[in-house]
T-cell receptor, first 112, second 113 residues
Framework: GESVGLHLPTLSVQEGDNSIINCAYS??????FIWYKQESGKGPQFIID?????DKRQGQRVTVLLNKTVKHLSLQIAATQPGDSAVYFC???????????FGGGTRLMVKP | DTEVTQTPKHLVMGMTNKKSLKCEQH?????MYWYKQKAKKPPELMFV???????INESVPSRFSPECPNSSLLNLHLHALQPEDSALYLC????????????FGPGTRLTVT
């Protein structure tokens, strides 16, 4: 999902289902991407990263897929749990330094 | 220790006040960052310090003044702020100047009255 106006896109899933959160990034020269999870009242929490020489990376219950052809990034969460409810941001490193540019964010709501 | 700490958690200040936000990390990271985050929006980069030197200033107004006293500490001095500066101010750190994951603190919720 991408930010539209003042409202965050929302993905609502049933507990135990798999979740897929999408992100379109802007710069074809970006070479490093991160997914962050942000719970209400907290700072962003690192989930998983991927470099542009890869198209898939797996962590614990999470998988990030990178499609450089269409500049698309996705985060897959397996067996989604109530504790996964949060806003998820993708971020890209779009120059040779250490600047991250964040996408608009997607709110994930997990129904028990 | 993978923690970035920020103080205070909340701050209310008038437009004529001077206050400071503080950030600390003990991970040996050599890059530190200030971000501003408005409600329902992503974090926006303000400043980057790399090896204790200011390397990036994203055209931030001079009423925000960063300071990096040493490799573990980062301050943001605030003076003559406007109500629209009310936001969550996030500090982050990373291993170095190359693309690395940035670790964020919990933020300071700032309200300017």
């Amino acid at each position: 999902g991408e930010s539209v106006g003042l409202h965050l896109p929302t993905l609502s899933v049933q507990e135990g289902d798999n979740s897929i959160i999408n992100c379109a990034y802007s710069n074809s020269a970006s070479d490093y991407f991160i997914w962050y999870k942000q719970e209400s009242g907290k700072g962003p929490q690192f989930i998983i990263d991927i470099r542009s020489n890869m198209d898939k990376r797996q962590g614990q219950r999470v998988t990030v897929l990178l499609n450089k052809t269409v500049k698309h990034l996705s985060l897959q969460i397996a067996a989604t749990q109530p504790g996964d409810s949060a806003v998820y941001f993708c971020a890209e490193n779009s120059n040779a330094g250490n600047m991250l540019t964040f996408g608009g964010g997607t709110r994930l709501m997990v129904k028990p | 220790d993978t923690e970035v700490t920020q103080t205070p958690k909340h701050l209310v200040m008038g437009m004529t006040n001077k206050k400071s936000l503080k950030c600390e990390q003990h991970m040996g990271h050599r890059a530190m960052y200030w971000y501003k985050q408005k409600a329902k929006k992503p974090p926006e980069l303000m400043f980057v310090y790399s090896y204790e030197k200011l390397s990036i200033n994203e055209s931030v107004p001079s009423r925000f003044s960063p300071e990096c006293p040493n490799s573990s500490l980062l301050n943001l001095h605030l003076h003559a702020l406007q109500p629209e500066d009310s936001a969550l101010y996030l500090c982050a750190s990373s291993q170095g100047a190359a693309p690395y994951e940035q670790y964020f603190g919990p933020g300071t919720r700032l309200t300017v009255t």
